[in-house]
């Protein structure tokens, strides 16, 4: 397992906040830099009902256009799913039933990008662009932090169990627990107790890092990690540290969770601009013509958005037959899929996989022998969600 120096992880770790803390300022996030400018994250896909509330107290639907900045909270609906694009060009999807707080977006004086943004509960897919290798991209979770260099992740928190997942597709993460008395704590007085230290020095041993095709979660008790130092017993936080253990495996990726990160909308500077100004001008505009206007204008961005979402989804399932996935069995493509069918013929024999698509009077079936092309006219029938029917 690869160890992080601290001097890598403590800043991280100091901003994996408290639910009640993540939604401060920069000024109580612990960053200590006055000069650090803040940026926004704009809208630039929504569906579904989804609302930002922002720091200051107003709140807006998530649509087309809309910004966050650091304090501000997004909170999907059922149906509601919204994707954001950060100033260095990363973005993220935020999917139903989701409430993510943006615990800070700036950027300092050397000009990197310093984007925390904190999972209370629900779901997060993320494409992650580097532009600097100073830049931070971290997904906090009441119980770990994950520091990104470039990938594409996913993160999901369970608010009920305390649980959190991490789910790498492509790069690497790091990935390691949250100690809430540790967050309010400066390097220096860390370094001046034998006690801090011990605690920190156990926090860097449970650090894991998955590469590519990983994934690991954590779940922890946070009554034994008292977030007031004063109180903390050290020994029984050391402890507990030392007992979440988090075990690598292979990422359990789902095709659907495949096409999430694949068709995340993303747009160039120009179309982004144009979209926060539509959304500022609509808001403040009160001439019921000019608003209309406004309205068809970002309608037909958002067609247009939409239709670009609709191509790379398409890309992505094509992919799926022209360079399919190796499954070792029935079981590994019902993990994948999340379904499998039995497609009997009419000569009595049968096939099972998941069917992917039908084209030319052909239907395309991801068996564990590979893609298989079966004529419909040979198809006597099809049984659906055989993998309630049969154990594999």
């Given amino acids: 397992m690869k160890q992080f120096s601290w001097k890598v992880l403590f800043p991280i770790l100091i901003l994996s906040l408290a639910l009640g803390l993540c939604k401060k300022p920069d000024s109580e996030l612990g960053s200590g830099d006055k000069k650090d400018s803040s940026l926004s994250a704009v809208v630039v896909f929504s569906v579904g009902e989804s609302r930002i509330s922002h720091f200051d107290g107003t709140e807006e ?86 520091g990104v260099r470039g990938t594409s992740f996913i993160v999901e928190n369970d608010a009920k169990t305390n649980k959190a997942k991490v789910k790498v597709v492509d790069g690497s993460v790091a990935m390691a627990p949250r100690v809430p008395a540790l967050d309010k704590l400066s390097d220096q007085e860390i370094s001046e107790n034998a006690d801090f230290q011990k605690l920190r020095n156990s926090v860097i041993a449970a650090e894991v890092v998955l590469e590519k095709g990983q994934e690991t979660s954590i779940t922890s008790n946070n009554k034994k990690l008292d977030s007031n130092i004063e109180t903390l017993d050290l020994s029984k936080a050391v402890q507990s540290v030392e007992a979440e253990k988090m075990v690598v495996k292979s990422a359990g990726v789902t095709k659907s969770e495949e096409q999430e990160l694949n068709t995340i909308v993303t747009v160039d500077e120009k179309t982004a601009t144009e979209l926060v100004e539509l959304n500022k001008s609509g808001s403040t505009e009160e001439n019921a013509s000019k608003v209309a206007e406004i309205e068809k204008k970002r309608k037909a961005i958002e067609e247009e958005l939409a239709s670009k979402q609709e191509v790379q989804k398409k890309k992505f399932e094509t992919s799926l037959a022209d360079k399919p996935k190796d499954f070792k069995n029935k079981k590994d493509i019902v993990s994948y899929y999340e379904r499998i069918e039995k497609i009997v013929l009419t000569n009595g024999k049968f096939e099972v996989g998941a069917i992917i698509n039908q084209e030319n009077n052909m239907m395309i079936v991801h068996t564990e022998q590979g893609i298989k092309k079966i004529n419909l006219d040979t198809v006597e029938e099809v049984v659906y969600d055989y993998q309630t029917k049969v154990k594999f």
């Fill in 61 to 146: 639907k998530a649509q087309l256009g809309a910004t966050v900045k650091t304090g501000d909270t997004i909170k999907t609906g059922d149906k509601g799913k919204v994707d954001l694009q950060f100033t260095n060009g990363s973005s993220i999807r935020v999917s139903p039933s989701t409430t993510l707080d943006f615990a800070k977006l700036a950027m300092n004086t050397d000009g990197a990008v310093d984007t925390q943004v904190s999972l209370v509960s629900g779901k997060v897919f993320a494409n992650v662009n580097k532009a600097k290798k100073e830049d931070n991209f971290s997904v906090i979770t009441p119980t770990a932090i994950a």
